[in-house]
Structures are given as C-alpha cells and as structure tokens.
C-alpha cells in the first residue's frame, strides 16, 4: 500500500564541474556548481507500486554544502528546495524558488529532509529533484548522498456502488462509481444465504441482477422480503484496492402469494338457537367457509380469515367460522388466505341473511264472559284473543300461542293452544276469585312474547265471607281475617276536602283498629286516642341526618317512618319528641327533647335536657310537611368553640338549633350556638369561675338542627 525505499548513491566525487547546467540523468553522488547556471544538485528515482500515494516523504543522508577554494562549512543547507515529477517533466522549470523548502535540516548530522501531498498514480516513475535556491552564490558546492524516501496514502480506491430495492422476479441495476480510469471490478451479490458473482475483474461500470423466484423462494419460505448484500472488489493492475458493499431490501411481489382454487360457504347454525333451520338468521347463523389454497415458491399456508360486515375471524388452514351476523340481507363474505412469508390473497362470495325480530303480541283482550262468549261480570268463562307476529325466515320459522290463568296465591296451570287472531272461550273460572290471565307466544328459535290480564271477581258493594273473619268492599273477599278493596281504589282521610292525604290504596291490608302495610315493608300505626307520641333515636357521635327512626304510642307499638319527619295537619298525630337514647335503649337524662306541637298556637319547642342546657322557643306560625332532623356530638377546641358542617343535603332555610353541654362541673357556664345557616354553626361553650368567664376546651356538646 505504499513504498519505503533508500535509493543510494555513488560516495564523494572531488574536482569541480564548472558552470554549465547538467542533464537529467541518475547522476546521485555528482557534485555541482552552485552558480547561476547550476539548476540541479541531484535528481532521484523512484516507481510507485500499484496502489499510488497521496502524500510522500523523504531524507537526504551524507549531505555537504562548502564553499568553493576553501574546505570552509556552509551551514545554510536548509536553503536547498525539492521537487516531485515525472520523466517527461522539464526540471528546468524548477530553478530558482519555485520548488518546495527543505522543512528539517542539520549540518552536523549531515542531513536533510522534507514532505508534500501530492496524488502520485499507481505504478509510474517519478523523480525527486533537488536543487540550491536562487539566493546561493557561485562559491558554493552541494554533496548529497543517499535518500529514503517513503510514499503514504492510496491514490485510488475501491469503486462504490449505487442500487435500489427491488422485488423477485425482476431485475435490479448496479451501477459502478471508479475513482481512477483503468480499473477493474469483481461484483458479487448474497442473499438468502445464496451466491452469486455477477462478474470477475471486469471494466464495466454497469450491471444487472435478476434474482428469480424459483430460485430464492425456497431458501425464504418465511419472510416478506431479504437483504442482499452487493459487493464489488476492485482491482488496479495487480493490486487489490479494496471491496465496497451495499445492501438492499428484495421483496416477493403480491403475484407469489397463495393462489385460492376454491372457497365453499354453508350456514352454520350448530348450538344456536336456529339449530335445526337452514337458512342464515340473523343474530344467531354464522358463515362458515371451507377454502382450498396452495402456497408458492416454497412457502406454506399458514391460516385463513373471514370478513363479514367488517368484523374479522382468523381460522385454521382450510376451515374458518364467521362471528354471529348481527345484520340482515345481502353480504359479502372476504376469504383470506395467508402463508408463512406473510403474503395473502382473497376471495369474496355473496350470501343472503333472513331477518329476524322477537315475537310480538297485538290485540290482546281477555275478560270473564258467559258461555256464548259475552261479557259476564259474574262469568265462568274466559274469553281470549290475540294476534302473534314472527320473523317468517324464508318460510322456516312456526309459532306456538297459549293461554294459562291462576289465582292470586296459586301457580299457572295448564297451557291451552290459541289461534292467532281468532277469539277462544274457555270454561273453568269461579265468580268469586280473582284471576291472572297470560298468554303466550313462541317461535321456531325459542324465543317468546307475554301479555298478562287482571281477572277481577264479581262486584260486591260488601261482602263477608263464608265464616264471617273476612270483609271486602266492591268485591269477594279472598283471604281470611283481611279487609279487602279493589286495586284501583284508595282510602282516604282528611279534616276537611283541602286537607285530605291518602293514607293508603288499593292492595294494602289492614287489621286492627287501623292497620295498614306497604309492600315495600314500612308500615304506620295509629290509634283513635290521640295520645302524645315519640321519636326515640340514639345519637351517634358524628353528624348525621336521621335515615329512620321510630315513632311510639302510649301502649309502645312502634313503627319505622320516613327518613323526613311530616305534621300531617289533624289530631291522629299531634306531638313528636325526641329523646335522646342509649345503646340499650334507656333514655338518658342528659339527652335532648325535641317537642314539635300542633296546639292552638302551632308553635314548636325545643328542650335541652342536659345539665345548663341552651333552650329555644321557635314560635312558627305554622308547621310544614317535610320537616328535617339532623343532629350529632362535637367537642370544643382550645378556644372554647367548634365549627359543625351539615353533611348530606344542606337546608333550604336556616334551621332552629339546640345545644347541650355533657360536662358535669356544677360551674359550666352554657353551650350556645351561633351564626347558624344553611350548611352549618358554630358552638361556644363557657366555664364560669367566681366572676371570671373562660372558654371551656374539650366538651363534648349534643345538637340538633330542625327546619326544611
């Protein structure tokens, strides 16, 4: 890659040559005249080998520089210039300064040497000349001996390539870039672990490279694409210079993927409720395709898919089931089949999908009557029509109507088959027992319709039963010891039109003086006494609005109420107190009474029943329904206050509030509250000493906060 030679020369010569120029011949070890004539000291020769150089260096050993008629050292040899040329160069031209300064010298170790960059070609001659600067007078003389030289660097270099991806089954161009003229290149291409060599020292910058599929497809059954790898190797003379590569992506065109030779669809209805119908239903079918396909150039099939209204299933090699078609009329199914490398090919077939709706009921109409089908009251006879709808499914579906009654405590008996659209009477009915009537409709897949009918019993403006324990009022009594009305009716009561309030409706019971019980479980009680009744509830230790509580008569029949507390405006309920309880359910002497009266005077008052309690008379002029409790324990801080915040739903006025302290120093001074609002107040407590009033820290305080 680069020469280091030490071209010698042939020792001392004495005498001198006079003036006159000399010729460019090897003339190492001469000796000549520096005077104005004199235009070269020495001339060295030297051939590079087949890589060339960008840059060399030398060293002149043995060198003398005296001055002429006298055996005097000159010491100024760093004056001498070079040059680099080739044999048909003039080194006349070089005369003078025109060459390149010496760079390192020194006369006592008698040498000098120098350096240039310059691109030298590969296996040329060239010359080192080397002369005295214009500046040198004619009384001196030079003595040059040997010289090492050494080049560095490569003049040329391997040739780079240019390509572009390209697919299987075509052709891709290379095209070869050369630094110098008279190279050659070996050009080869790998890929899929296979080689070729394109072509062997060749001058050609362009070629060509047709990779074909049958030949590269079974060596990547697996991928869409390879890397090739394109390489080329240049060559100068005999010298290698080096190898460039590049590589490109070589794909398989869409035409290699599997070729489909049949796709078959079928309805499958296996395990739906449509099992047993041929025809594709909606919600239920799904498509079922089987594909024969075969794979090219080495790959293999490695599953399939079906499409149908956008939604994808993934199946095995040859068989795929669809998701359940949630639409109706005409599809497309796509099959795609896919091999190992990726690649894919599809095949649609069109399918229809018959719609399907529930059945459905219309014109339903069912009441007692009298055996020729009329309208009885007192009937013993059931007379039943009604109109079934299905989905037709291609003429594949059938419908099943029935109907079946029972009593209000029994279970339906046997279905009997109706006509859709055409009226039945059926016998069987007592006049004096209340019934439920259904009729029901079902089709091919399953699937059903319901409508119920309320039977009534016969009208009666009173009626005991058999045994006299029982009463009901516009019908047969059908229960023992129950008073019974109509589902349609209500029992009201009131002190005058205006004020009357539904105390309870048609299907509540009641026994007693006055008993009536709700479905959903919560009950009332109330006796003619009018005696004072009570709310007793324990209260917890955090803020709380009362969620239930339980209201009292003098003979202790509690019931449980609603979350809000209600003045119903007449004397069956005048009083409400609430007493503050604890876990077992004594009351506590230090509690609150709270005493909401519905006197002459329609005021409310409030009662602390603790030690120094706060006491609040609320004169309201009035008391509306819908009246809320919230209450709760808080103790003071340092300062002797402490900030209550309602939680839950705030009030939409400001409550009446009551304190009362649970301290049992005889020197308690009070708990007050203030700033009340909507969402909360501020309770102060006092300790009083002598004369002296300071705030009392750590008390607990029980509240209560009233209004709407």
């Not at 030949?215 to 890397?227: H, V």
């Not at 190797?233 to 590049?246: D, L, Q, V």
Request: hydrophobic share 35%.
């Amino acid at each position: 890659m680069a020469i280091n030679v030490t071209i010698n020369g042939s020792g001392g010569i004495t005498g001198w040559s006079g003036t006159t120029a000399r010729p460019g011949e090897d003339i190492v070890g001469t000796t000549y005249d520096a005077s104005a004539g004199a235009v070269c000291v020495c001339r060295y020769k030297f051939t590079t080998d087949g890589y060339g150089a960008t840059g060399m260096s030398f060293r002149l050993n043995n060198v003398r520089c005296t001055v002429r008629g006298s055996s005097s050292s000159d010491d100024s040899i760093g004056r001498m210039r070079f040059a680099i040329g080739r044999a048909a160069d003039t080194y006349v031209g070089y005369k003078g300064n025109k060459g390149y300064a010496i760079t390192t010298y020194s006369y006592a170790d008698k040498y000098a040497s120098g350096s240039l960059s310059v691109k030298l070609l590969p296996d040329t001659v060239y010359y080192l000349w080397v002369f005295p600067a214009s500046n040198f007078s004619g009384t001196t003389r030079f003595n040059l001996g040997s010289c090492t030289l050494k080049t560095t660097g490569v003049y040329g270099t391997a040739s780079s390539i240019s390509a572009s991806d390209g697919v299987f089954g075509g052709a891709i161009p290379i095209t070869l870039s050369n630094s110098v003229s008279g190279v050659t290149n070996t050009v080869t291409v790998r890929c899929g672990g296979i080689t070729r060599t394109l072509a062997a020292r060749s001058a050609a910058s362009n070629f060509s490279w047709s990779p074909s599929l049958s030949e590269y497809g079974p060596a990547i059954p697996n991928a869409k694409s390879a890397q090739a790898t394109i390489t080329a190797t240049t060559f100068y003379g005999g010298a290698e210079w080096g190898s460039r590569s590049k590589t490109v992506t070589v794909s398989f065109p869409a035409a290699a993927g599997p070729e489909i030779s049949e796709v078959l669809l079928s309805c499958d209805n296996s395990g739906t409720a449509a099992e047993g119908l041929s025809v594709y239903v909606q919600g239920h079918s799904k498509a079922r395709a089987s594909v024969t396909a075969a794979a090219k150039y080495g790959a293999s099939i490695s599953g399939c898919a079906l499409t149908v209204g956008g939604v994808t299933v993934s199946g095995g090699a040859s068989v795929v089931t669809s998701a359940p078609l949630s639409v109706s009329g005409s599809l497309t199914a796509t099959v795609t089949v896919t091999d190992s490398r990726g690649l894919s090919s599809s095949v649609s077939r069109s399918f229809t999908v018959a719609p399907y709706t529930r059945p459905g009921l219309t014109g339903v109409s069912v009441y007692r009557c009298a055996p020729d089908g009329s309208a009885a009251e007192d009937g013993i006879c059931l007379r039943a029509l009604a109109t079934g709808s299905i989905a037709d499914l291609e003429g594949q579906n059938s419908m099943t109507l029935t109907v079946a009654w029972k009593t209000a405590a029994g279970s339906y008996g046997a279905e009997t088959p109706l006509q859709s659209g055409a009226v039945s009477v059926l016998s069987g009915l007592d006049p004096d027992r209340s019934y439920t009537a259904r009729i029901t409709l079902t089709d091919a897949l399953g699937n059903s319709a319901a409508a119920t009918v309320a039977i009534p019993t016969r009208k009666w403006a009173m009626k005991f039963n058999a045994a006299a324990t029982a009463v009901a009022f516009g019908k047969a009594p059908e229960a023992d010891k129950v008073l019974e009305i109509p589902g349609d009716w209500s029992i009201r009561r009131g002190l005058s039109p205006s004020e009357e309030h539904a105390l309870f409706s048609g299907g509540d019971t009641m026994t007693g003086d006055l008993y009536i019980a709700k479905e959903s479980g919560s009950e009332f009680r109330a006796r003619s006494t009018g005696v004072k009744s009570q709310i007793g509830q324990t209260i917890p230790a955090s803020n709380k609005t009362l969620g239930s509580f339980t209201v009292e008569d003098s003979t202790g029949e509690a019931c449980a109420y609603d979350n809000v507390v209600k003045t119903p405006g007449d004397s069956l309920i005048r009083t409400f107190r609430l007493t503050r309880k604890n876990a077992g359910g004594t009351t506590v002497s230090n509690g609150f009474s709270l005493e909401i009266s519905r006197n002459e005077a329609s005021a409310v008052s409030f009662q602390g029943g603790g030690k120094n309690a706060w006491r609040s008379a609320l004169g309201i002029a009035g008391m509306a329904d819908g009246l809320k409790i919230k209450y709760g324990k808080s103790t003071t801080g340092s300062d002797g206050t402490v900030g209550v915040t309602f939680t839950g739903t705030a009030f939409s006025s400001t409550p009446f509030i009551v304190c009362s302290e649970q301290g049992s120093s005889d020197n308690m001074f009070n708990a007050r509250p203030y700033n009340p609002s909507t969402t909360g107040f501020t309770i102060k407590c006092r300790r009083l000493s002598g004369t002296t009033v300071s705030a009392a820290a750590s008390i607990p305080v029980n509240w209560i906060a009233v209004g709407t």
